[in-house]
């Protein structure tokens, strides 16, 4: 089979299942991984041929897109601040707005030093640890999750940015204290409440982890408030708390800070322009 071939039976394969878009992006994507071809290479090699190996691996695709598989699980791989990530079913496909919050602390970082080190809470593929650790290679930094599967893919994607994380399993709803004092604590938590879920898709319903994304209706800041209260004990003074927030919710968050005695509360917006990350200071 060539390439040509293989392409317009993957077309007519998903042709009922996403827009041509989208099965052109995919296609893209594991062209890439599947075969090391650029872009330009899929346009410019119609003929090459293709092995039966590489055409099953394709076949199996198929079957896993019109399952709504995220494609991201698929190749086992995605990007993230520019840099390569492993993800798999134990852990959140990294977004784009959580590149917003990351790009926002090393902002801050340009003009206040660190003395202590950055805290992770809810680490999963640790794609917030590691592109801070990326850019600021002398800080310590420490990441914690509850799942230890997540940890293992975290601490393989620390090996393959070249970084050293500090990985910790650690239930953050649970009493065991956690060593050190941090400058910086940052966490993008579970947020997403169940009467949200019904506008969500399959590909994120089906197959990313639960835990890391709904809440309770009944206390949707339940991990908010206990960060917040972990953070009083663990930043410096001065520290910095950083959030992704849930876009629905920035005013309760904002009230859950200044009930918690935090100052100098900003909320700011994504690219979407939509309430997504919240920053606020500890003052001892
Ligand atoms: N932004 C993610 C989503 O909408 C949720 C991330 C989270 O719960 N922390 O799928």
């Known amino acids: 089979m060539t390439l040509s071939e293989l392409r317009t039976q993957f077309f007519e394969s998903l042709k009922d299942v996403y827009p041509s878009e989208e099965t052109q ?13 650029r872009r330009i290479d899929v346009a410019l090699k119609p ?4 092995s039966t190996e590489v055409s099953n691996l394709f076949s199996e695709a198929i079957s896993k897109l019109k399952r709504h598989q995220p494609i991201q699980y ?5 990007e993230f601040f520019g840099l390569p ?13 959580t590149e917003e919050l990351v790009e926002w602390i090393l902002k801050d970082l340009q003009q206040q030093p660190l ?13 917030i640890a590691i592109s801070l650790a990326k850019h600021l290679p002398k800080v310590p930094i420490t990441a914690l999750d509850i799942s230890q599967e997540a940890l293992q893919i975290a601490t393989k994607n620390a090996v393959r940015n070249t970084v050293e994380i500090d990985f910790l399993k650690h239930d953050i709803l649970s009493k065991t204290p956690l060593p ?7 966490s993008n938590p579970p947020y997403v409440r169940e009467l949200e879920k019904k506008a969500m898709h399959h590909n994120v319903l089906d197959y990313e982890p639960g835990t890391a994304l709904f809440v309770s209706d009944s206390d949707p800041l339940l991990f908010y408030r206990k960060i917040a209260q972990v953070a009083k004990s663990h930043l410096s003074p001065k520290g910095i708390l950083y959030f992704e ?13 200044e009930t918690e005695g935090f100052s100098e509360i900003q909320l700011k917006k994504d690219l979407f322009g939509k309430d997504r990350m919240l920053k606020c200071r500890w003052y001892e």
């Open 25 to 37: 992006a995919f296609f893209y994507e594991l062209t890439g991984h599947y075969l090391q071809l």
């Open 47 to 50: 003929k090459q041929e293709i």
């Open 74 to 78: 698929i190749t086992g791989i995605t």
């Open 85 to 97: 990530f492993g993800v798999n079913e134990h852990t959140l496909i990294p977004r784009p707005e």
């Open 115 to 127: 003395q202590h080190g950055i805290l992770d809470i809810g680490t999963g593929s640790g794609c």
């Open 180 to 186: 050190k004092t941090y400058d910086i604590i940052v």
């Open 245 to 257: 927030i849930n876009e629905y919710l920035g005013k309760e968050m904002k009230t859950l800070l």
